[in-house]
């Protein structure tokens, strides 16, 4: 049974350039959530996904957008990079929303704006 | 909005002892989970144990329990027997009910030595 899978596994992109992260959700799961973990932070909550809509969203601007397909897998866009975008982003996939159910994360894209 | 605080940013522990990393919450509301987390240096974010607010009886799951005191808002996880896998970072995360922003500490970083 194949877990949750990311790609890339590292980026390196230049201040004001665009970024798209990809997520593959556990099988049978449909809703995806993404995270931006900072260096020395615990993961803070960008958006979630579910039937190809943005369910919820934290506090992040504009910049960050997503997608999400037909076959449940996401992206991830970020535009207009800083360096503050500098991070690991950590996809989670669950069955259905809402804390209740259980998530499970993939191992992270590690994004550096130089 | 409720925020999540772990107070040791580092422990350590020699293996086959116990240790218990702290976790303190704030929220208004009465129907939330809590959750420790564990991020191995691989990075994938693993859940070690869930706890149900409306529960009074502390979750366990194996080697790791939790003592759950709802009144002072804390939620702490035990590891008993610690194992040299059990090295990894610890977050402590918070969720309302049907609501997709999970809010996590800013982790402990736990080292079993052997």
């Known amino acids: 049974d194949a877990g949750v899978t990311q790609s890339p596994t590292h980026l390196i992109k230049t201040r004001g350039q665009q970024v798209t992260l990809r997520c593959s959700p556990k099988?049978?799961?449909?809703?995806v959530s993404w995270y931006q973990q900072a260096l020395g932070q615990g993961p803070q909550f960008i958006f979630q996904?579910?039937?190809?809509?943005?369910?919820q969203r934290g506090n992040f601007p504009d910049r960050f957008s997503g997608h999400q397909f037909p076959n449940y897998s996401s992206e991830l866009n970020v535009n207009a990079l800083l360096l503050g975008d500098s991070a690991l982003y950590l996809c989670?996939?669950?069955?259905?929303?809402?804390?209740?159910?259980?998530?499970?994360f993939g191992p992270g894209t590690r994004l550096t704006v130089t | 909005a409720q925020t999540v605080t772990q107070s040791q940013p580092e422990m350590s522990v020699q293996e086959a002892e116990t240790v218990t990393l702290s976790c303190t919450y704030d929220?208004?509301?009465?129907?939330?989970?809590l959750f420790w987390y564990k991020q191995p240096p691989s990075r994938q974010m693993i859940l070690v144990i869930r706890?149900?607010?409306?529960?009074?009886q502390n979750a366990t799951e194996n080697r790791f329990s939790v003592n759950f005191q709802k009144a002072a808002k804390s939620f702490s996880l035990k590891i008993s027997d610690s194992q040299l896998g059990d090295t990894a970072m610890y977050f402590c995360?918070?969720?309302?009910?049907?609501?997709?922003?999970?809010?996590f500490g800013a982790g402990t970083r736990l080292t079993v030595k052997p």
């Open positions: 989670a996939s669950s069955l259905g929303g809402g804390t209740s159910y259980e998530q499970y």
């Open positions: 099988s049978g799961h449909d809703t």
């Open positions: 996904y579910y039937e190809e809509e943005e369910r």
């Open positions: 929220t208004s509301e009465n129907n939330y989970y």
């Open positions: 706890q149900e607010a409306y529960k009074q």
């Open positions: 995360a918070f969720g309302y009910y049907n609501n997709n922003d999970m809010r």
